[in-house]
């Protein structure tokens, strides 16, 4: 039976085209076919990250499943088929007592590898470490996770490791309002405990003869990391070792306790496998290299003003349409992500957007820390009040209005919404004020858009007679969307209402930032400018260009970043955010030093590369792309994935040598020459300070400029990340663009 989801869709164009023939006119035929793409949710995109209930299921042990018996032959051509063939991926791994085999990043991470192969997982247990190489060379198993690159030193000749995914290290919690660790010294006269089987502990045991009144305590091999922190945060355990993956999702979500010092160096995460699997090899490594930044998209945090300036980047949640933010030729735009930009452009801060599928949703990310901000021309006066939740004052004013469609009769009063249907979308601000209206007598029905439909979705199912009525604000009735398409307002629900701004009731300073901008800039040119764009023209672009441009393509050439991106194994919205911010996709692009067409090639990478025609658009792309996995592959392969991404974008920009003297500086510096940002990007800024010589003023290099290239690109890339995803999540549920628009 075919499955419901898709059931319905068909349902829907049926629908569609049966209410189109010979009843509307050829411009609401064009509109209808093609808006019925737009008739996709906005999923909230962030990296699910656990809620306060949930923290104690970070650590996993998976279920094992009965194992086919016998083993398979394999070699370096067969491996990958012998798995693909048998459906399922055998993962070895260690199964501790206190059931913590594997954090849920990882175990995430590998899931997703495999269904993206169409392959099950299969967990394979071992009492120890020890028993996980013998497993994998004995074929009882594929891949070893939860361990690092270093585990089983001098088997280089059997064994092979994955790009690191990631960089983990043992660390110290404490109460935050006790004493800080800075350093080892600082454990004198402190009790820790830890478990007697980690790493840390051989370290703190040197420290029982060294430092004075040091205790330490072994922790019960089944006790819980959960279960530790609930003894540090109430005093029983004085201080407490625990892994940083652990940490970097429990933490947020409890600020009695703090991790300031690690008492390990880093670990590099990666996957083993045997030596002769290289095409398994190369799907990981591309799968990694293409997908785990996605899990990091948006991290959880819960300070004020002062860390987002630390950040650089202020987290708005909204939705997608075209008044809050929408994509067109690769650019960003919406009154509410524009305004907001703005503000943090005064700030000196980046914008990063959260997109959300409902309203209930943005006000649960912004609760959870995924996000600073909500920027959803929010009528806060007609919703119920959160004390958690703190509202600006009013950026903008706007009357609920219901909307018919242009053939129908004027509402006069609310008597003559009796009998009425009333369809709200999900991410609709006006959901409470309309029950309210229902609990004062109102005699109308409200009912929920098809899950999928948002507002411009409801607005054309209006103005094609499928739904009756529906709710919007009058400010996005005047737009170029609503305005053009056979919907007219029917009736005024209130006087005009004030829009706001939500942020956490506890971040004041954000608070008050936000308003003493709102009272500068309200009314203002800039203001004046951005309202008349956005609600005040009748015009509307193309449909087709506006459809397409919004929801499947970041660039006019997706299809050849894709070919070689895949082949390369690079994310290609990675690829086209660097792509914009070289040539802003203009293939006859040149520089005032000679770098030529979309990927801006200077003579000497375009020779090394081997290509002459430097504005040919997908020569262009191959050469720049084989660059640049040339320069990642000058870094060591245990830096952490995001990191080595990094450091390859800041060589494309100002080459690897001022890079690698870059981290060499940053170690003089006493910072981490592994990781770009906050460490290595502020060697680049000392490096580009002018210096005296010979009595002249000199600079090693603009290397500001690569700071700035780097960060503009991240923020891109992760907010085309965010738009992509919401489309494959949404044609997952069954609401498929058409194939011609589809993104892969």
Not at 72 to 85: F, G, P, R, T, V
Not at 155 to 167: A, E, I, P, S
Not at 408 to 431: C, F, I, K, N, Q
Not at 498 to 516: E, K
Request: proline residues 3%; glycine residues 6%; aromatic residues 10%.
């Amino acid at each position: 039976m075919m499955p419901v989801t898709k059931q319905r869709s068909l349902v829907l164009v049926g629908l569609l085209l049966m209410k189109t023939k010979g009843l509307y006119t050829t411009r609401l035929v064009l509109f209808g076919m093609t808006f019925l793409s737009m008739l996709l949710p906005s999923i909230v995109l962030a990296q699910t990250q656990p809620n306060t209930e949930h923290v104690n299921d970070y650590c996993q042990s998976p279920d094992p499943a009965q194992l086919e018996q016998g083993l398979y032959e394999l070699n370096s051509d067969s491996h990958m088929d012998a798995i693909s063939k048998r459906g399922f991926l055998r993962v070895l791994l260690v199964k501790n007592s206190n059931g913590c085999s594997v954090s849920n990043i990882e175990k995430e991470l590998l899931e997703q590898f495999a269904s993206s192969h169409d392959l099950d997982v299969k967990w394979v247990y071992v009492e120890n470490e020890w028993n996980l190489l013998p497993g994998l060379l004995t074929d009882k198993g594929d891949i070893i996770i939860g361990q690092h690159n270093k585990f089983s030193t001098g088997m280089d000749r059997q064994l092979d490791f994955t790009f690191t995914w990631t960089n983990a290290s043992l660390q110290i919690v404490q109460r935050a309002n006790s004493g800080r660790i800075a350093k080892l010294e600082d454990l004198a006269g402190r009790q820790v405990a830890a478990y007697s089987h980690s790493d840390a502990w051989s370290v703190l045991s040197v420290l029982d003869e060294k430092l004075p009144g040091f205790v330490l305590e072994e922790i019960p091999a089944d006790m819980t990391y959960l279960d530790v922190m609930q003894r540090v945060s109430s005093g029983e355990y004085d201080l407490a070792v625990a892994d940083s993956l652990f940490l970097k999702s429990y933490l947020p979500y409890h600020q009695d306790l703090i991790a300031d010092f690690s008492l390990t160096s880093n670990r590099s995460m990666a996957w083993a496998i045997p030596s002769d699997s290289n095409l398994l090899k190369t799907k990981l490594n591309t799968y990694l290299g293409q997908q785990h930044v996605t899990h990091d998209v948006t991290s959880v945090y819960f300070d004020d003003m002062s860390g987002i300036r630390e950040r650089g980047i202020l987290r708005v949640i909204t939705s997608s349409n075209p008044s809050h933010y929408y994509l067109h030729n690769g650019n960003l735009y919406g009154f509410e992500y524009e305004l907001i930009k703005h503000f943090a452009e005064q700030e000196r801060l980046r914008v990063d957007v959260i997109v959300a599928r409902t309203r209930a949703e943005m006000f649960r990310l912004l609760r959870e820390g995924k996000g600073d901000i909500i920027a959803a021309s929010l009528p806060a006066g007609l919703m119920q009040t959160d004390k958690r939740i703190g509202f600006t004052a009013p950026y903008s004013y706007g009357n609920p209005v219901l909307i018919g469609r242009d053939s129908d009769a004027a509402v006069l009063d609310m008597r003559e919404l009796d009998g009425r249907r009333v369809t709200l979308p999900a991410d609709s601000p006006y959901w409470d004020y309309m029950l309210e209206l229902q609990e004062q007598g109102a005699d109308f029905e409200l009912v929920r858009a098809e899950s999928g439909i948002n507002m411009e979705g409801t607005l054309l199912m209006v103005a094609l007679g499928m739904y009756d009525l529906t709710v919007i604000g009058n400010h996005q009735y005047k737009n170029r969307f609503s305005n053009t398409i056979g919907v007219t307002s029917v009736f005024n629900l209130s006087e005009p209402i004030g829009h706001r701004w939500a942020v956490r009731a506890n971040n004041t300073v954000l608070l008050r930032s936000l308003n003493n901008y709102i009272e500068n800039s309200y009314r203002g040119e800039h203001y004046n400018v951005l309202h008349a764009r956005y609600f005040e023209r009748e015009t509307l672009p193309k449909a087709s260009e506006y459809n397409t441009s919004r929801i499947s393509s970041l660039s006019p050439f997706d299809a050849k970043i894709q070919k070689y991106a895949n082949e390369y194994g690079f994310d290609w919205r990675l690829i086209t955010a660097l792509m914009f911010q070289e040539s802003r996709f203009n293939p006859s692009a040149e520089s005032d030093v000679g770098a030529e067409g979309l990927m801006q090639l200077i003579p000497t990478t375009a020779e090394l590369m081997g290509v002459s025609d430097t504005e040919h658009p997908e020569t262009s792309i191959n050469a720049g792309i084989r660059y640049l996995d040339y320069l990642r592959g000058k870094f060591e392969k245990g830096l952490a994935l995001e990191d080595r991404m990094w450091f390859t974008l800041a060589s494309y920009n100002a080459g690897y040598g001022r890079v690698k003297y870059a981290r060499q500086l940053a170690t003089e510096m006493g910072l981490d020459a592994n990781r770009w940002f906050n460490n290595v990007e502020l060697a680049m800024m000392k490096m580009a300070e002018p210096y005296k010589r010979e009595g002249e003023t000199r600079r090693r290099c603009r290397c500001g400029q690569t700071v700035v290239y780097v960060r503009e690109i991240r923020t891109r890339y992760f907010n085309y990340i965010r738009l992509t995803e919401s489309l494959r999540i949404a044609s997952a549920d069954g609401y498929l663009a058409p194939a011609s628009t589809r993104i892969n």
